[in-house]
Structures are given as structure tokens and as C-alpha cells.
Nanobody
Framework: DVQLQASGGGLVQPGGSLRLSCAASGFILDRYTVGWFRQAPGKEREGVSCISASDGVVYVADSAKGRFSMSAHKADRTAYLQMDNLQPEDTALYYC??????????????????WGKGTQVTVSS
């Protein structure tokens, strides 16, 4: 059974940092394209960052470039999203997801097959 569990969310002041973790089980991490998505109330779901299974290339959405970085550690089957200089517009429910698509472009276009429960990130003073 493929399972993903996101954690690490919380309340942080503007300019602060958080690191989200995504623990994967039931599949080999580097054979799946893994991504982070977020959804704020009243807004569409947005793909934030992704690591392609085919070549390890990391995609980061324009809204997160220069502030967020994603990594995946095969040994502990965990993917991370380091978020720095957080702003109120980053407030959302963050999900990690796994896709059998080999590239982030395909995973973002077709949507991942496997989703974890979200972790709430709130940026407020």
C-alpha cells in the first residue's frame, strides 16, 4: 500500500521558516515523482515543488522560487520542503503526493495518483 504522510506545518511569523517532511511507505522513493502541493481556502490547488523520478530535476513554482527548496532522502524514504522567508500568502494546507509519471511536467499535468493528508501552514504576525 502506497502511503505518504506529511508533517511539520505550524504557525510562523512572516519571514520565518518551516521544514515540511513527507514520509513515504509502500514504494521506492526514487522511482516515483514526488511533489508538494498546497491549497488555500477559496483558491485552486497549486503545485509548489517536485522532484522528477527520471532525472532528479527539481521543479519550483515561480511563487516559491528563491524561498523554497525540495530534497528527497532515499535512505529514510522522506522528502522535505524547506520553506524560508514565509509570507502570509503562503498560508495553505500543504500536501505531498507521489506520481508514477517520470517527470514533474507530466505529474503536474496529469496529477499524482497518491496523496497524503495535508499539514497546515499558517503565516501570520
Amino acid at each position: 500500500d502506497v502511503q505518504l504522510q506529511a508533517s511539520g506545518g505550524g504557525l510562523v511569523q512572516p519571514g520565518g521558516s518551516l521544514r515540511l517532511s513527507c514520509a513515504a511507505s509502500g514504494f521506492i522513493l526514487d522511482r516515483y515523482t514526488v511533489g508538494w502541493f498546497r491549497q488555500a481556502p477559496g483558491k485552486e490547488r497549486e503545485g509548489v515543488s517536485c522532484i522528477s523520478a527520471s532525472d532528479g530535476v527539481v521543479y519550483v513554482a515561480d511563487s516559491a522560487k528563491g524561498r523554497f527548496s525540495m530534497s528527497a532522502h532515499k535512505a529514510d524514504r522522506t522528502a522535505y520542503l524547506q520553506m524560508d522567508n514565509l509570507q502570509p500568502e503562503d498560508t495553505a494546507l500543504y500536501y505531498c503526493a507521489g506520481s508514477t509519471s517520470t517527470t514533474c511536467n507530466m505529474a503536474l499535468y496529469y496529477g499524482p495518483q497518491h496523496w497524503g493528508k495535508g499539514t497546515q501552514v499558517t503565516v501570520s504576525s
